[in-house]
């Protein structure tokens, strides 16, 4: 995905900035040449660089990453961090014997360390190898929102704007803003406030002031608050949309919420006024009995109750679901597009349940016969194996997404939420020909564009 700017990979350069001569941020997605192994090494030898830090932020494209760290020049320090590497920490340095240190968890001041040349014995929040064996070190206590500089934008080589199957929809830049760190909830499924070590980030929120200050100071137009749920502290929420309104400044911004913002009309109205478009909520599930299991702390009722009151509002709501639940069978799974047609929300994206190491689902998943978890933390069962669980999401795909259903979308989109400006619009109208051929060229290389097209147009099944 090349919308949004690595976010952590760019605190991390931020923070190494300030105590070297030079860092160069390099970003793969918009780079492709850098992917040739034999360019990106002649870049790192032409440059003088003198420590490689790479950031794995995606469970994606494990052996690809591998092969490109091993290829990395030998007599350079090589760093790892991200997501991914710290939850990965035994088999990235298993597979990569060219890795020096893993940074675990956040990784600002723990660059910082390493940069300074501090003893790694000393450093808190690595793993490195010492004498053939990995060495792993205490972790770091999670650092104070508020002293963490914000990403520097300057490091950036490129622009980040839209791009829909390699088709630029160049007139839109998109960024990305964290305004806090961490949930206060616990849903069962979700290990977003868990840094992978497992260990709990509590909700953490930077201070208006410079929240307002890093947004005035951006140049894309639509901006995306990367916070697990920015609505956590509604009063907060409700003052940076004050001082955005008080301060004009005009920016499109999207952001991820939980049901409960509905309980806040007052600032549902002052959000659309600050310029928010399009609202990230998880519901999960129609099912009382799954909202348990998963302890999202609200059921069916109140979903309907909240979208009764969301719906007088002009977002754009995409609804994130999940399915394959423990003890959920085919019927009620494909009752989630039927479910969300009747609550109103525009879009839906479903995930298979999945398995992480440290979900707070795991020893129910262990426990319960006749359920199975993957190396890569897929859930599947007897019943319904993994093939068979993403068919089912295609069925539920495809019962959402129809052709009325884009119509709408768009529909919403230019008269309610009142995304785009007109000029926009007409962009938009020529770029349509071309995005749609390369869906339909995508949908052909992957052999499914006959099915795809049935299930649109003819009969989903
Ligand atoms: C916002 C967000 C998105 C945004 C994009 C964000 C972006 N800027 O690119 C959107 C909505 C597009 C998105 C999409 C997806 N996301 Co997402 N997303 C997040 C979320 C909520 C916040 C990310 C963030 O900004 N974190 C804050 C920063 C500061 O933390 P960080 O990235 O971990 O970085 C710190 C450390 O890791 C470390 N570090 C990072 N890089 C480096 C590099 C070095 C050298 C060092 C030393 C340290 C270091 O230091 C950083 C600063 O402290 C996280 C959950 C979370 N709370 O982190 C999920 C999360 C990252 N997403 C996740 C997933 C699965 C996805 C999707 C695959 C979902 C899907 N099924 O489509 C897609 C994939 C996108 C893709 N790349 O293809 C998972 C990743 C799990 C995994 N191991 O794969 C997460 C962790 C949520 C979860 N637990 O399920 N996501
Ligand atoms: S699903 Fe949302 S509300 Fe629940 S713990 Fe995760 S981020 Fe917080």
Known sequence: MMLFPPTGLEYVATSAKAVTERVTLLDLR?????????????????????????????????????????????????????????????????ACPSIDIIVRGEGEETIRDILLGRDPKDTLGISYRH????????????????????????????????????????????????????????????????????QKRNYAARSVDSVIEEI????????????????????????????????????????QARIDIARYPSLLKKMAQAGFKALF??????????????????????????FEVLRKHPF?????????????????????????????????TCTRLRIEKFSALRELAENT???????????????????????IGRKIKFSFYTPSRYVKILWKNIFIVKFFTFKEIIFLFLTAPAIIISVLVKEHRRGRLYESLRRTFIKNT
């Open 216 to 255: 005035s100071g951006l140049k894309a137009n639509i901006i995306m608050f990367s916070d697990d749920n920015f609505f956590t502290d509604p009063r907060r929420a409700e003052e940076i949309c004050d001082r955005l309104i008080a301060q004009k400044i005009k920016k499109r911004f999207f952001a």
């Open 369 to 391: 016969p006749g359920y199975h978890i993957t190396k890569r933390g897929e859930l599947y069962s007897d019943k319904y194996s993994y093939a068979e669980l993403k068919k």
């Open 281 to 306: 909520i998880g519901i999960e599930s129609p099912h009382d009995r799954i909202l348990k299991q998963l302890d999202k702390g609200f059921d069916q009722n109140t979903i309907r109750k909240s």
């Open 30 to 94: 918009y780079e492709p040449k850098f992917s040739e192994i034999d360019t990106l090494n002649a870049f790192i030898k032409g440059n003088g660089i003198d420590i490689i830090c790479v950031g794995i932020g995606w469970d994606r494209q494990y052996d690809e990453i591998c092969q490109l760290l091993n290829r990395m020049p030998q007599d350079i320090t090589l760093v790892v961090g991200g997501y991914t590497a710290t939850e990965k920490v035994e088999e990235f340095f298993n």
């Open 131 to 198: 004498n053939g064996t990995i060495v792993h070190n205490p972790n770091r206590p999670l650092p104070d929102v508020n002293s963490l500089p914000n990403p520097d934008r300057s490091l950036r080589r490129s622009d980040y704007s839209l791009s829909i199957n390699g088709v630029r929809v160049k007139n839109w830049g998109f960024d990305a803003v964290l305004s806090a760190r961490g949930c206060p909830f616990n849903c069962k499924f979700c290990t977003f406030s868990l840094n992978p070590l497992g």
């Open 316 to 348: 754009f709501y995409n609804g994130y679901f999940i399915y394959g639940n423990i003890g959920e069978d085919e019927k009620e799974m494909l009752y989630i597009p039927r479910f969300a047609k009747e609550i109103g929300v525009d879009a839906i």
